[in-house]
């Protein structure tokens, strides 16, 4: 046995690892990982938090016991969320997150040389702040950028109570847990409250659950996001850090990231960039929108949609 | 916390689960899942391997503590494996398989109307022989197929010593692990005498390790198959019950798959395919072919091959 | 590290541990050990069970997913329930044992030269049948003496059916998990029929799960052997192989064996034993029957009794 | 289930545990445990050290991974460190700790009526503040005792440093983990160095691991004490927090607890003591010195010792 596969279970002082979170991807399926050195670790009113390293992953947030990002790979996830939607929009200047509060969300957006402003409103002031303080490899300054702006606030009555418009919407927050803080972010009514304050031809993205391990709640979501919106797509990518495929739901009355051509892509990811990318280009776009046969047909069998009074929830 | 969750958890009788597999990504992480009716467990000479009902997996062939076929999501793997090469040339009669001791991949390729022999040959009777006896979900019936010849023998000897020509050969084998049976099937002498039985209009594929997890053992593969045929694609999808992205690498000296466009692939599909398809069709084989850039990037950076004195192997 | 360490944890062929046990001491705490070779793994009418090798226990026999005997210390086991209840006696001939499957609890028996017939009861002809063939370092060739009957029936009916006198009655059961086979075999009633068929100056033990995990459950068992016995002790002993302390409760209306003095066992030891004991002596003895201060505190403030309509169970 | 079951498992929000310690007993068998509120969780100089709920233990000190103090049982641990030798000694006045941390040692101490003074000698005080200020269901004031003196420092450094005479001296450090902080307090030259400053009728005791699970370790303790003092005893407990039994060495040139009566135990707890105790009483002294024969047929077949140069030391 090599020496270093040696170190990396025993580490140097001999001892095997002691501290473990499971991941639970289902209530009897788990990944198990050994946590390293703790950066912070508490709990705000609305779910514990923790940023540590994790054997094999890297430095990680953890939110209610769900890797939220981790170094290795969250560009998977942030760039899959970010650029498709905002390379539809011919020219997005104003654009606004819910959610987000790593920080890496308004990175990737940032990049997009046309935007003026951008608006994160996340409910969570300590993730926030303890994101902001001992996670800069996520936000990369983002946080500090003249163009941003960090409300805390819940995203349901700010979105609500906004009288302005936005070209770009993007909902970056966590899985519609039973009981925890983001079901009201997925239902009918919210969307209709996003449409509100989105200009008639922007376009609007959310984070959507595994479609692999939760199919039928990846298909709610896509379903409605159809009840508000002319064109929509399920998009999907890969994520280590979240033990599998992950989806994603964009809408809009004018814009189908779909429709866009690999040529199409390459020209505006070269001319309408200020930084760069480490995921997404046009090859990786066909990758994310070419859904395996085996998930859309599960997806079309599901008819079911949310809304207030009939949500959608996990049990993981 | 509703009744299913409990059931699924507990079981009937109210007692915790209590015998697991881990599944080792990493030598530090690691995914738990209990193990529910077992239908065979025993150690052949070469292996260790157990037929089992896995927690969310459903019932699943494990080699020596990696889980090889589970029928929840085998044809995200055996139709990855063996349609795109399939399809590419153009009239596929004569099938030679390495491994594929499930049966699976010969189900898979006998759905072709065009073979009208597939050889295969694995190293392992027993395994052979209790998939065939207690795992029909897998093989439905390809070895009672009168087209289905079964050969018990190393593969790489049995190569070397074949003078027959093959249309297609496709090499469905465990990965090489350090000191396990199939080190000898991944490297240049070993593909070379592959080239010497196929057709010179011959195409072959090969498993080839997930290129997120293990991209070095993976570039090394689609590097070493590069020194021996001119027209070479690595591609990937996704397996479940492989925790995370699968890759495979197809050579030929005159057809390659990732040319195939969208309507040729729905043209052939349907004049050529005498059984149902679950995971491949057209969309499918865009999302395989089109590797996300990270993948892409890693791989290009990796310059080594594998020769039998320079062997590329796992450590897990 | 040292060689031995690294061979331990992962085995000649370099690969990590894959198959473990989970041991639940309670719901939330649980023992996690990998499984060795396999020697026999299956499902009775009654029960699961598995004899199998364990890290650091050895051979060992599971049922239901908890560890029985193994070869490690089983003797801390069957010592501590044979021995103070037969030296006790002042002439034990006829033994009857209700449950014991392993053989083992009948190999101490027959180490004492007074007995003419040991006569066992177990529910579990596959358990039973499964040890004798393959766990012979439990047994012993206990199964072959001439002075052994082997009795396959439920104890409780065949107790109850029986009309002979016995000297000794010791009863190795499972615990009486809820849903288990034996919970029948630990109420009042059960208790009066052993009466029944235990001569005037008889003797009768029974394990009693262990009296600091589950302290409610032994001081009923205690509490309804009360009810049906003039001279009742409780005793305890240690067992690894069940993570604990582990109790045992003697009834008889002639004799307790707390009441042996250090002398008087020395003495018995060496002049009624016709084989060697690993585990007993007077010293063990005395460890045994000087219960610490915290679990007699605990036991003495319990005053409920077990009845064929109030039975007590374990839930783990 | 019953319901306070299904909350233990999954808390009440409905999640499934997802922070878990595991306890390695060997490099392969481990306890795991899942970890409620984190009250203290940091690294100091010597070692890491965590307060937090554990899952049926209750709030717990860890250090290295090792569970040293659990409401739920320490009183089995540090009664039994303190009581037999307190109380093999006429009038203890002068009492000298080494170790001790959690102050929960000294609180013990204090509980004798004769005691005047106590210093207690840590390594590290970033524990000690720790224990004080969050764990005050440890020490339950002791360290503002009148009496008590805390000194942070090397205790071997300290002890040889020192001129005045104990009439008891306590050690309650650490195990001797390859490379951990208390390697040296297990050696001859220590023992040596603790007889300099002890009374000639002084008596001193040590922890001295489980004598079940390292017997090799205990037994070099308790040969290594016997080439300093002329009367010298083990003796164990049961600590369910330490999964398993445990052992200490008592040594002296005048006294020996093992001596000690039942009725003169009950006589001077009576007489003697200014506190109630949970543990230690006539009755639990006879457990805990009669030891069980294999432990010490096991312990008499090793006859090695320890010295600076040649030390002890524990791989887990």
Known sequence: MDEELVTELFGETMTLPWKFIVEWITPSEGVIRPIGKVYVSSSSKYQEYLITELADLGKSLILDGKVQSSVSDEFWY?????????????NPRRVLIIGGGEGATAR?????????????VDLDYEVVKSCREYFGELHQGSFYDPRFELIISDGR??????????????????????????????????????????????IFVTQAVSPSLY????????????????????YITYVRSYNGLWGFVAGSDKYNP???????????????????????????????????????????????YATDSNKATLQV
Chains 1, 2, 3, 4 share one sequence.
């Open 108 to 120: 990737e957006v940032l990049k997009h040389c046309s935007v003026k402003e951008v608006m994160m």
């Open 78 to 90: 942030h760039e899959a969320l970010v650029h498709p939607t905002m390379l539809s929009h011919p």
């Open 157 to 202: 009555v700010f979105v609500e109570s906004l009288s302005k418009l936005f070209d770009v919407i993007i909902v970056d927050v966590v899985d519609p847990i039973e009981g925890g803080p983001a079901t009201a972010l997925y239902t009918e009514e919210f969307y209709r409250a996003l449409k509100r304050i989105l200009a008639s031809n922007g």
């Open 215 to 234: 199919p039928r709640i990846h298909a709610i979501i896509r379903n409605t996001v159809t009840r508000v919106f002319r064109k929509v797509s399920s």
């Open 258 to 304: 779909a429709d866009l051509t690999k040529e199409e892509i390459e020209k505006r990811l070269s001319t309408r960039l200020c930084g760069k990318l480490k995921f997404y280009d046009s090859s990786t776009h066909q990758w994310m929108f070419n859904i395996p046969k085996p998930i859309r047909e599960t997806l079309s069998r599901i008819k079911e």
